[in-house]
């Protein structure tokens, strides 16, 4: 559908300009128009599994839903929701593919060509893991490179460096594959979680993480943290019926927690307001100890992909919701997210 494809790309920072994927796509929306006509709706038995397995796409396919109905004034289900989800899924995985290699610097001696040879054997086996970007044969060159993930040695190094490093053969053996496999998780797990951390602390200020009890309901916490959010500059009155025409779509609540938030993202600054309730608060029938709101600024859509995935990936499981509920200071809530990532 013209349009649809930009306002996901607009909103969530999301390329779905791929020729392949925009047929299918057109097709099912094709097919899901002449299904309204004749007031028919897929049921889709595994909605609620993709709603809570795959929050983030979910939540792009709402939006393309809103687009749709925008342009040709049908309302589409949670089931339908769910189909054009399984659409947006591979293309948009495909793209998050490109971005998680690790850079490394390969230092090693340079007679008989070694250099290039281990480089190219590297290339062989972890081509989708792991960027060579310099090859140094002089360990003082070390200092003249600046932001690498992972130090690649062929020989045991003079003094420890705080970038993480591993020692391989000069023929690269199969139990140094195996090492270096696990130094590159490794490496990317740490990476993750200290990128991770670094975005909490950005978008969450102290005063946007509350432990408080008498928020019963859904309306009545939507009202109370969107008036904080207003009182700290990050978004206007008019965000409330942003958030809740976002709800009457579908609503936010995945499990005992909820991210209420804006299809648009129209805030003066990003950010995200928690509040943490001992006590259930009635989320549209659905009993919910943890709400966070967020609002994305324009500029800054792309922290979107960052953080929305991580945080419901963390929170779909219940044993950590209840570590996240149980926090009693933001510096409490930022460990214990980042330990659990």
Known sequence: MPGSGQAADSGYYIDL??????IRFAL???????????????????AQGIKTSCPMIYDVSVSLAGTIKEKTGVSINDDEIAYIAFHL?????????????????????????????????????????????????????????????LIIST??????????????????T???????????????????????????????????FEKKNTLKNQNTCISYMVN????????????KNDILEREKMSTTAYGSFAIPHAMKMHAHKTGINIIASDEEINWNGKAVHLVLMMCFNINERYIFNEI??????????NENVKKIIACSTYEEFISNMVELL
Do not use: W
């Open 17 to 22: 300009s791929e020729q392949e994927f925009l």
């Open 28 to 46: 099912h929306i094709r097919n899901l128009l002449v299904r309204s006509k004749n007031n028919y709706f897929s049921k889709n038995p595994l």
């Open 89 to 149: 899924g591979s293309t948009i995985e495909a793209q998050k593919s490109l971005t998680t290699k690790i850079t490394a610097i390969l230092y090693c001696p340079s007679y008989y060509d070694m250099n290039l040879r281990i480089t190219d054997t590297l290339n062989q086996h972890f081509y989708n893991e792991l960027l060579v970007t310099n090859i140094l044969t002089d360990e003082s060159d070390f200092t003249k490179v600046k932001g690498t993930d």
């Open 155 to 172: 020989m045991p190094l003079s003094k420890i460096y705080t970038t993480p490093s591993i020692q391989i053969h000069p023929f690269l």
């Open 174 to 208: 199969d139990k140094d594959r195996i090492n270096l496999k696990e130094k590159i998780d490794e490496v990317r797990k740490q990476k993750k979680k200290k990128e991770f951390e670094t975005y909490l602390r950005e978008l969450i200020i102290p005063e946007f």
């Open 228 to 239: 904080k959010m207003v009182h700290h500059g990050y978004v206007n009155p008019s965000f």
């Open 308 to 317: 929305f995935d991580p945080i419901t990936m963390i929170l779909s499981e």
